[in-house]
C-alpha cells in the first residue's frame, strides 16, 4: 500500500539518501526550521540510494541537465534550490540506444 513520507535534507550542496524504489517526490518546504521532503512512496519496495542537490540564490551551480527541479524554498533571509538527481537507470532508458 502507498504512502507518503517525509525525509529531512541538510543544507548542503549534495546529500545522498534512501527511499524505496519507485518513490515519487511531492513537495519540498520548511517545517520545524529544517528543509523537508515529502514523498509518495511503497513502504514494501526494496530500498535506493538518491542524491538532493541544495543550492543557495546566487552560489555556482553545477550542471543541472541530470537533475529534477523539487522546488525552491524560502528559509528567513534565504532561498534553497532542491534538485534530484535523476536516477541513472532512468536515464539509460530514456537514451536513444537505437
Known sequence: MKT??????????EFEFIWPAGSVPLTVQMQHGE??????CDPDNS?????????????PAPNLDDTDHLGSVQ????????FLKKDPKMRWLEEDHG
Open 4 to 13: 507518503i513520507w517525509k525525509t529531512v535534507i541538510p543544507i548542503t550542496d
Open 35 to 40: 528543509l523537508c521532503l515529502w514523498f509518495q
Open 47 to 59: 530500498v535506493e540510494t538518491r542524491t538532493v542537490l541544495v543550492l543557495g540564490t546566487g552560489n
Open 75 to 82: 528559509d528567513r533571509q534565504f532561498v534553497w534550490h532542491v
